[in-house]
């Protein structure tokens, strides 16, 4: 006989988790005292948001499903920010936490929440177990609905009576999934279709978004565009999937992105999507997106079609199956050579790249810390200014090298998730970059870092704001800068000494010069070389903008430049 | 108005995701009844929808687990039921108290 927090951690171990974040507390107790020997390694957070991000930063840089342990009510309600987050970004996530007793749900009892109502949304797929006979295939639905498909999180509420109760345990079970008709790749019409629009094209371009990562299809993915020869650009989570040094890569594309990715787009005539949601960050004004465009999209998730333009093909399935069948078929063919638009349409992106070109210190600083970054090595972006800032000069070949909230846009994201991410890397070098306003969110994570003795990099870009809000105060609200000013930052250094963790700041002026005086790289060498945690403040002028930039509602040819 | 047939499997919270397809975009639910039919359920649901919206409910209905089939149809005449109001109201409502009784009780 076992109880079921033993069979609840069988079966996690039989789904090939061994590691798992989370907050212990009342009604999960049973689950926390099965652990000892069960040959999962638990992580304490000092949060369970920190617990959720944590496990977000270990399924997306591992690609296997992160698990996060909470108690009832306000624990589970405090996972509830990273759940949304797992659902807009495409991230295998179970979110295991404790209920109330059977016999109690319903009655307001203490830290109840409905937390399989208040999730709904949210999650691809949850359950409230009923009874521990419940528990093996309750497991193996939620980590099967987690990592198929288009990945995502999933729920399992357990009510503290069916961790505490005891059956015979035959073993976890197996879930096998109904067939929805919906699951159909691209078939011969459908290549054929393609190469037709393929051969009509004058300005045909590549939009490359996470889906084509998340499916494992970038090796196919660089062969594909390696032979169209198409001006190709990323979006945030697309980062990493196209070498920088492509000859058609024109950077990132969308509010943010490159001027010649942003125009290349809006002057399209077809526009190949390859996993990516085709969010407002990425579009634009919707009406005026690819406006000569017609649109053939690659996707898992047909939920994703159509959302903003009605696509020409939709070409439904697994991009590590879609992409070398529809490959496959244009080898045969001679397709046009588009070297002149691809000229046209890169122009003006290299001298974009080239560093000296920018007077901007905390590019200036980005890129010193970049180019001294071994090359597996993994960015973890918080949100804000410093995210896009790292987005645009983020220079790695790495699909899983640059890790971000990009659809939820989640502050306080980073330095949980660094550590979950050095957890499932201990050998690479992580480099968590965040802003001043981000990193007091999940602060408290500077105990978790201590504790473990992770040698994350922390990187705090500091300009005393709140500061992507502040940029649109100034451009958009008559400078009116409502709430944003964090002039009285507490001091960072002295707060990670008291954690333990050696800090130290760089000053604006430190960037001024090129190459960086040697003192300086001196400074960076040592931060990124130590095998201890790390911290390093990085004064940023406050009133610093992100150029270029699609204001909201605007169309992509409409980007605003510093010297505007 | 449109009228949406959907077949899904009746497990936890199938329904109330499909419920929140629609209200998560503003969407009035004038008329909604789910049954069961053999082995499956069925939910009809009437939203006053736009060509565009349709189509993002339908792939969003799709995209839940337990759907197993979405479709859009021409109004029906889809009326409703005619509720039962006889029974006793609950929560109970408050005895009547009398002026009296109050000034008495206040004294």
Not at chain 1, 92 to 116: H, K, M, Y
Not at chain 1, 307 to 312: D, H, I, P, Q, S
Request: glycine share 8%.
């Amino acid at each position: 006989m076992l109880r079921g927090a033993d069979i609840v951690l069988q079966c996690l171990r039989a789904e090939g988790v061994d590691l798992v974040f989370g907050y212990p507390g009342g009604a999960i107790m049973p689950l926390y005292d099965a652990l000892d020997g069960s040959g999962i390694r638990h992580i304490l957070t000092r949060h369970e948001q920190g617990a959720v991000f944590a496990a977000e930063g270990y399924a997306r840089t591992t690609g296997k499903v992160g698990v996060a342990i909470a108690t009832s009510g306000p624990g589970a309600t405090n996972l509830v920010t990273g759940i949304a987050d797992a659902k807009m970004d495409s991230v295998p996530l179970v979110c295991i936490t404790g209920q109330v007793r059977s016999n109690l749900i319903g009655t307001d009892a203490f830290q109840e929440t409905d937390v399989f109502g208040l999730t709904l949304s949210l999650t691809k797929w949850s359950c409230l177990a009923r009874s521990i006979e419940e528990i093996p295939e309750v497991i193996a639905q939620g980590f099967h609905w987690a990592r198929s498909g288009r990945p995502g999180p999933v729920v399992l509420d357990l009510p503290v009576d069916l961790l505490k109760a005891t059956m015979e345990f035959r073993g976890p079970a197996k879930f096998t999934p109904h067939a929805k008709p919906a699951d159909v790749h691209i078939g011969s019409s459908s290549c054929e279709t393609l190469i037709a629009l393929l051969e009509q094209a004058k300005k045909p371009v590549a939009l490359v978004g996470a889906g084509a990562k998340l499916s494992g299809a970038v090796p196919e993915l660089r062969r594909l565009l390696d032979d169209l020869n198409i001006p190709t650009f990323a979006t945030v989570h697309g980062l990493g999937a196209v070498p920088p040094e492509a000859p058609y890569y024109l950077g990132m594309v969308g509010m943010h992105g490159t001027r010649a990715a942003n125009m290349a787009l809006h002057e399209t005539d077809l526009l190949l999507v390859f996993g990516a949601r085709l969010d407002d960050r990425v579009t634009g004004d919707p009406s005026r997106f690819a406006p000569n465009a017609r649109i053939v999209h690659f996707e898992i998730d047909p939920a994703q079609l159509d959302r903003v333009r009605a696509c020409e093909l939709p070409v439904i399935g697994d991009l590590a199956e879609t992409i070398p069948a529809f490959h496959q078929a244009a080898s045969r063919v001679s397709l046009p050579n588009w070297s002149d638009w691809r000229a046209v349409a890169g122009g003006a992106e290299r001298a974009e790249l080239d560093p000296r070109g920018l007077a901007q210190p905390t590019i200036r600083f980005l890129d010193e810390l970049f180019s001294r970054l071994p090359a597996d090595s993994i960015i973890v972006a918080d949100v804000g200014q410093h995210q896009m800032w790292a987005a645009q000069r983020y220079r790695s070949s790495s699909p899983r090298g640059f890790i971000t909230s990009g659809g939820l846009g989640a502050m306080g994201f980073a330095l949980p998730a660094a550590v979950g991410v050095q957890l499932a890397k201990p050998d690479a070098t992580v480099l968590c970059v965040s802003g001043d306003g981000g990193f007091q969110m999940n602060i408290q994570e500077l105990a978790t870092v201590h504790r473990l003795g992770l040698p994350v990099k922390l990187v705090i870009v500091d300009n005393k704001y709140l500061g992507m809000v502040r940029q649109w105060q100034q451009l958009f609200y008559k400078r009116n800068y409502a709430e944003t000013d964090l002039s009285d930052n507490p001091d960072f250094v002295a707060i990670a000494k008291a954690y333990k963790i050696h800090a130290q700041r760089v000053s604006e002026e430190a960037m001024s010069e090129f190459p960086v005086a040697s003192a300086t790289a001196d400074v960076l060498d040592r931060f990124l070389q130590s095998r201890e945690p790390e911290l390093l403040v990085f004064d940023c002028q406050p009133e610093a903008n992100v150029f270029p930039m699609v204001p909201s509602g605007a169309a992509l040819s409409e980007m605003m430049f510093e010297k505007d | 108005m449109q009228v949406f047939h959907i077949r899904y499997r009746n497990t936890q919270g199938t329904l109330m995701r499909i419920l929140n397809a629609v209200s998560r975009r503003g969407l009035d639910l004038p008329y909604v009844q789910a049954e069961a039919l053999e082995h499956t359920h069925n939910v009809t649901l009437l939203l006053d929808v736009n060509p565009k919206q349709t189509g993002q409910l339908c792939r969003d209905w799709h995209a839940i687990v337990d759907v197993t089939d979405v479709r859009a149809g021409a109004p029906e005449d889809v009326t409703h039921a005619a509720a039962d109001w006889t029974a006793t109201p609950h929560p109970p409502s408050s005895a009547a108290i009398s002026d009296s009784t109050t000034r008495a009780a206040m004294a």
